[in-house]
């Protein structure tokens, strides 16, 4: 039991390129999350979902895309890199809100755009 | 506009006395809230959670109280352990699953 798996761990963009940041749960969880922590900030909601093809835009959406076609997968596309896209990445999963709340989180991305 | 806030980024205390940790929150809508723990270069990991119906979660070391009318939450951890050093965050989460976080509070246990 793997729980949930990001992938790269650490990448750097130049301005203007594109990637993909990978995320895997093996837990069978509804909803999925993507955060993104600035130094000395807390988490700030980019998108989750609550089921696969079901998403929704969370605080700070602009610069970013997602899908969700399978449980068990939830990518982040940065489409066109920008320098405050700089940050480290944090997935997570959950059963969701009335089965149980708590989030279990990936070991994060961190990335750097120049 | 901040929804949860934590006001104290640092919290410093002695090996076996408690740590009180605070949170507020301005959105009436929150149905739970959760805290989390997290050392450098990892994710966040769960600690203890409290629906907002209500007021008193305790879990070994750790208890949340939640007060309502005042918006506020607060963990307690006793006795504070060297290992208890991390930053802990504060979440607010909605019935259809959206979460908000604090900007977190660095606790540090001197042995």
């Known amino acids: 039991n793997a729980g949930v798996t990001q992938t790269p761990k650490f990448r750097i963009l130049k301005i203007g390129q594109s990637m993909t940041l990978q995320c895997t749960q093996d837990?069978?969880?509804?909803?999925m999350y993507w955060y993104r922590q600035d130094p000395g900030m807390g988490l700030k909601l980019i998108y989750y979902?609550?089921?696969?093809?079901i998403t929704d835009k969370g605080e700070v959406p602009n610069g970013y895309n997602v899908s969700r076609s399978t449980t068990e997968d939830f990518p982040l596309r940065l489409e066109l890199a920008a320098p405050s896209q700089t940050s480290v990445y944090f997935c997570?999963?959950?059963w969701g809100p009335g089965q149980e709340e708590a989030q279990y989180f990936g070991p994060g991305t961190r990335l750097l755009v120049l | 506009d901040q929804q949860v806030k934590q006001n104290s980024p640092s919290l410093s205390v002695q090996e076996g006395r408690i740590s009180i940790l605070n949170c507020d929150y301005t959105?009436?809508?929150?149905?739970?809230f959760l805290w989390y723990k997290k050392y450098p270069a990892e994710g966040p990991t769960f600690l203890i959670s409290?629906?907002?119906?209500?007021d008193k979660n305790e879990d070994g070391r750790f208890t949340v109280f939640l007060n309502k009318s005042a918006k506020h939450l607060s963990l307690h951890i006793v006795p504070s352990q060297p290992g208890d050093s991390a930053v802990y965050f504060c979440?607010?989460?909605?019935?259809?699953?959206?979460?908000?976080f604090g900007d977190g509070t660095t606790l540090t246990v001197k042995p």
């Open positions: 997570a999963s959950s």
């Open positions: 837990m069978n969880h509804n909803y």
């Open positions: 979902s609550v089921g696969a093809g």
């Open positions: 959105n009436s809508m929150f149905d739970y």
């Open positions: 409290i629906s907002s119906i209500k």
């Open positions: 979440a607010a989460m909605t019935n259809a699953g959206k979460s908000t």
